[in-house]
């Protein structure tokens, strides 16, 4: 089957591409294999093979065997990493980066990110997303959820609004028709 290009990125191939990218381009290690992404994106392992052997072969990925597994991290030597990066973060990162710095504060239930970084990321086109719009759910410790929200707002580079709801309120679609639209 056929993917369409990126409509976050749309000099990539595919969104499929764009996640590979982000999640290894935007975690602080960096280093994963085939099975593991396969497993986190929701994608066929050949795929994802086929997606790391190009990145390889064009010397962004570095890789090394730990017994029968191939871990693959980027390489920061590479003359384009920088660029790289800051494409991927604007583009892919807000999902990985929240994900990593939202799991470390109690009290949250789900986040959910909406608006138009959403739209993009759901195929709809549009212009480039100015800012990244999330849904939290829960009761979180709020200098502990802001403090996240500041350290994934430094990293992406754009502004982060985040909207907390109980968990009552969320579960309550008939009252609120924020909640069902963000549903």
């Known amino acids: 089957m ?3 290009a990126s409509a976050l990125l749309p000099i990539l191939r595919s969104d499929t591409q764009g996640e590979i990218l982000a999640a290894l381009f935007t975690s602080p290690d960096g280093e994963t294999s085939t099975t ?25 990925l570095n890789s090394r065997d730990v017994g029968r597994v191939k871990l693959y991290h980027p390489n920061r ?8 990066t800051q494409l991927v973060e604007f583009t892919y990162g807000p999902q990985p980066v929240l994900e990593r710095e939202l799991a470390s504060v109690a009290g949250i239930d789900a986040a959910y990110i909406f608006g138009s970084w959403a739209a993009r990321r759901a195929g709809i ?19 502990e ?3 996240a929200l500041d350290r ?11 909207t907390r709801l109980d968990p009552a309120d ?5 009252i609120n028709s924020f909640v069902r639209t963000v549903r």
């Open 2 to 4: 056929k993917q369409s």
């Open 36 to 60: 593991e992404l396969a497993s986190r994106l929701g994608v066929s392992s050949p795929t994802v093979m086929r997606e790391l052997h190009r990145l390889a072969s064009a010397a962004l």
């Open 77 to 84: 030597e590479h003359p384009l990493f920088p660029a790289i």
């Open 125 to 143: 086109e549009g212009p480039p997303p100015g800012d990244i719009d999330v849904l939290i759910v829960g009761e979180p410790e709020r200098r």
């Open 145 to 147: 959820l802001y403090a």
């Open 152 to 162: 994934a707002q430094q990293e992406l580079g754009r502004e982060i609004n985040a």
């Open 170 to 174: 969320w579960t309550d679609v008939s």
